[in-house]
């Protein structure tokens, strides 16, 4: 099997090689992911061997002799043997992007006892080298100073991967141990956030005079925000929060809309949300306007917030939204709507009403945009799964890393309610794919699974390689005894390949882990134990 290199972090193809042979020994594919791990090793002179700790982070492709990749990777750690010492280097003791989380203590600018975060320190020749990666340290009371002495130590002891030594008695010949895995972990290097602008706006220097009565008189029956957000990609809103009051009881509704921007104006409706009075006090508070959120929106493109009484006008009886004039809010501006002239004008004094926007986005669009933010090794996305119909949350907080995000995005699932399976391509693409419907028959599986765990086509052929049976369906042909439990099982012997491995000394492909739970799942209690018993050996 042929390796080709490529740069750490361009990916581009090296010219650089290393100067002994790398001889892959295991191959090995999962259902989340694609190519998760490979394992190889290298023989010849000592200072080539020892060497490949310089390859530490290369970016490698595994082909056949007809050239074509089977397996793609990072060179993840590397173990060397080499006159009676051995060294260990991996990549997961690199960070060359650090912060430290801590309570603050003392005193300074930051209120003891409240949590804080010093800002990122990155050492620019390890990423060079490497990529980004990122790592928040958590520590207990701290003043900023000693958080920031912290940081600057973390960061010199992880900016480049430590070798770590032991002694293994005798000298043999110079050799290492390389072990390489795929490009879905990457994810987790960075942290995530969604970059979105425009999408609130608060202020600490509100004052009475500022707020804006709706409602009370013809002069100001609705008032209206001009809103720009940007995420990059199509969103919806499930929910507009505004600072309202009330002066007197009114009895009508507060009514709360989105409309289209049409020649500087609220042109058409999209969505709109009545809240009762009860809601309100004399007091402004932040309340909740929750729409249906079905309406996608086009980020960057801006729209309304209409505010209205759903009923008539009564200057004894009305709403107050809160609005600021010192003008802090740069995606829209502020209009009052006269009801007995059927025009929008500008507030004077101007102003920005303070809102704040719940955002969603469909599960494909988030997928993108964490490999966008955070797939600094990946080309893009390709969503074989097609329009999910599910949304989730904007994630803007960024104090969790993409793949721990990704991970939950997969979870929510497809339109056919099964798992979303992310697969790297050679091409370094991230394919969403919605996982299979089981076959009606465990003997329509298009595999098998002997009892020594290779995997054939059902006919019994040999496979070639582990990214030809992952995530396809097998009969485990060694499971007859659950036939045994077939007032309990309703496909026994039929599984789902998680993951995949071929050992190249031999050319067969072994099973490595599949899901027992779809002929486990309706078993009760002791059963299931026995069922489990008679397959564990076959995983």
Request: negative net charge.
């Given at each position: 099997?042929?390796?080709?290199?490529?740069?750490?972090?361009?990916?581009?193809?090296?010219?650089?090689r290393?100067?002994?042979?790398?001889?892959?020994?295991?191959?090995?594919?999962?259902?989340?992911?694609?190519?998760?791990?490979?394992?190889?090793?290298?023989?010849?002179?000592?200072?080539?061997?020892?060497?490949?700790?310089?390859?530490?982070?290369?970016?490698?492709?595994?082909?056949?002799?007809?050239?074509?990749?089977?397996?793609?990777?990072?060179?993840?750690?590397?173990?060397?043997?080499?006159?009676?010492?051995?060294?260990?280097?991996?990549l997961?003791?690199?960070?060359?992007?650090?912060?430290?989380?801590?309570?603050?203590?003392?005193?300074?600018?930051?209120?003891?006892?409240?949590?804080?975060?010093?800002?990122?320190?990155?050492?620019?020749?390890?990423?060079?080298?490497?990529?980004?990666?990122e790592?928040?340290?958590?520590?207990?009371?701290?003043?900023?100073?000693?958080?920031?002495?912290?940081?600057?130590?973390?960061?010199?002891d992880?900016?480049?991967?430590?070798?770590?030594?032991?002694?293994?008695?005798?000298?043999?010949?110079?050799?290492?141990?390389?072990?390489?895995?795929?490009?879905?972990?990457?994810?987790?290097?960075l942290?995530?956030?969604?970059?979105?602008?425009?999408?609130?706006?608060?202020?600490?220097?509100?004052?009475?005079?500022?707020?804006?009565?709706?409602?009370?008189?013809?002069?100001?029956?609705?008032?209206?925000?001009?809103?720009?957000?940007?995420?990059?990609?199509?969103?919806?809103?499930?929910?507009?929060?505004?600072?309202?009051?009330?002066?007197?009881?009114?009895?009508?509704?507060?009514?709360?809309?989105?409309?289209?921007?049409?020649?500087?104006?609220?042109?058409v409706?999209?969505?709109?949300v009545?809240?009762?009075?009860?809601?309100?006090?004399?007091?402004?508070?932040?309340?909740?306007?929750?729409?249906?959120?079905?309406?996608?929106?086009?980020?960057?493109?801006?729209?309304w917030?209409?505010?209205?009484?759903?009923?008539?006008?009564?200057?004894?009886?009305?709403?107050?939204?809160?609005s600021?004039?010192?003008?802090?809010?740069?995606?829209?501006?502020?209009?009052?709507y006269?009801?007995?002239?059927?025009?929008?004008?500008?507030?004077?004094?101007?102003?920005?009403?303070?809102?704040?926007?719940?955002?969603?986005?469909?599960?494909?669009?988030?997928?993108?945009?964490?490999?966008?933010?955070?797939?600094q090794?990946?080309?893009?996305?390709?969503?074989?799964?097609?329009?999910?119909?599910?949304?989730?949350?904007?994630?803007?907080?960024?104090?969790?890393?993409?793949?721990?995000?990704?991970?939950?995005?997969?979870?929510?699932?497809?339109?056919?309610?099964?798992?979303?399976?992310?697969?790297?391509?050679?091409?370094?693409?991230?394919?969403?794919?919605?996982?299979?419907?089981?076959?009606?028959?465990?003997?329509?599986?298009?595999?098998?699974?002997?009892?020594?765990?290779?995997?054939?086509?059902?006919?019994?052929?040999?496979?070639?390689?582990?990214?030809?049976?992952?995530?396809?369906y097998?009969?485990v042909?060694?499971?007859?005894?659950?036939?045994?439990?077939?007032?309990?099982?309703?496909?026994?012997?039929?599984?789902?390949?998680?993951?995949?491995?071929?050992?190249?000394?031999?050319?067969?492909?072994?099973?490595?882990?599949?899901?027992?739970?779809?002929?486990?799942?309706?078993?009760?209690?002791?059963?299931?134990?026995?069922?489990?018993?008679?397959?564990?050996?076959?995983?």
């Amino acid at each position: 099997m042929n390796l080709a290199w490529f740069t750490p972090v361009a990916l581009t193809l090296s010219a650089r090689r290393p100067g002994v042979d790398v001889v892959l020994t295991r191959l090995k594919w999962t259902a989340v992911g694609g190519p998760d791990a490979a394992e190889g090793v290298a023989v010849g002179a000592e200072q080539r061997v020892w060497e490949l700790l310089s390859f530490l982070g290369y970016y490698v492709e595994a082909g056949n002799v007809a050239g074509t990749a089977q397996w793609w990777g990072k060179l993840w750690r590397v173990e060397i043997s080499a006159g009676g010492l051995r060294c260990t280097a991996t990549l997961d003791d690199l960070a060359n992007k650090v912060r430290i989380a801590y309570t603050a203590v003392g005193s300074g600018e930051i209120t003891p006892g409240t949590s804080a975060r010093t800002a990122w320190a990155s050492d620019a020749a390890s990423q060079a080298l490497y990529g980004v990666r990122e790592r928040q340290d958590s520590q207990r009371d701290m003043t900023t100073g000693e958080a920031e002495t912290r940081r600057a130590r973390l960061l010199a002891d992880m900016a480049l991967p430590r070798a770590k030594y032991t002694f293994s008695g005798p000298s043999g010949p110079a050799q290492a141990k390389l072990y390489f895995r795929g490009l879905w972990p990457t994810l987790s290097w960075l942290t995530y956030a969604a970059d979105v602008t425009g999408a609130s706006y608060t202020s600490d220097a509100v004052v009475t005079a500022d707020h804006q009565k709706v409602g009370e008189t013809v002069a100001n029956a609705k008032v209206a925000q001009l809103v720009t957000v940007t995420t990059g990609r199509p969103f919806y809103i499930p929910k507009i929060q505004l600072q309202v009051s009330i002066l007197g009881s009114p009895v009508d509704n507060l009514r709360v809309s989105t409309y289209t921007n049409v020649a500087g104006n609220p042109g058409v409706l999209l969505e709109t949300v009545d809240v009762s009075p009860a809601a309100f006090t004399t007091v402004s508070t932040w309340q909740d306007a929750l729409l249906a959120g079905t309406t996608a929106m086009a980020s960057g493109t801006a729209f309304w917030i209409v505010v209205e009484r759903s009923g008539a006008i009564d200057a004894a009886n009305y709403y107050i939204v809160v609005s600021e004039e010192a003008l802090g809010y740069l995606g829209g501006n502020f209009l009052i709507y006269n009801s007995f002239t059927g025009l929008w004008g500008a507030r004077v004094p101007d102003a920005d009403m303070t809102f704040q926007l719940a955002l969603t986005w469909a599960t494909g669009d988030a997928l993108a945009d964490v490999v966008e933010e955070c797939g600094q090794f990946l080309a893009g996305t390709d969503l074989q799964c097609g329009a999910t119909g599910v949304t989730t949350p904007v994630y803007t907080t960024g104090d969790k890393d993409g793949l721990t995000i990704a991970q939950a995005l997969l979870a929510d699932g497809g339109s056919g309610g099964q798992r979303l399976l992310p697969w790297v391509t050679s091409q370094r693409y991230l394919r969403v794919e919605e996982e299979p419907a089981a076959p009606a028959q465990p003997a329509d599986a298009p595999l098998r699974v002997r009892a020594d765990g290779v995997i054939t086509t059902r006919f019994g052929f040999p496979v070639d390689y582990p990214a030809q049976v992952v995530r396809r369906y097998a009969f485990v042909e060694a499971a007859e005894p659950l036939s045994r439990l077939s007032q309990y099982v309703q496909s026994s012997g039929l599984a789902f390949i998680e993951a995949a491995e071929l050992d190249v000394g031999t050319g067969l492909v072994k099973l490595a882990e599949a899901n027992l739970y779809r002929y486990l799942d309706l078993l009760p209690g002791p059963a299931a134990n026995q069922a489990a018993d008679v397959l564990a050996p076959l995983l």
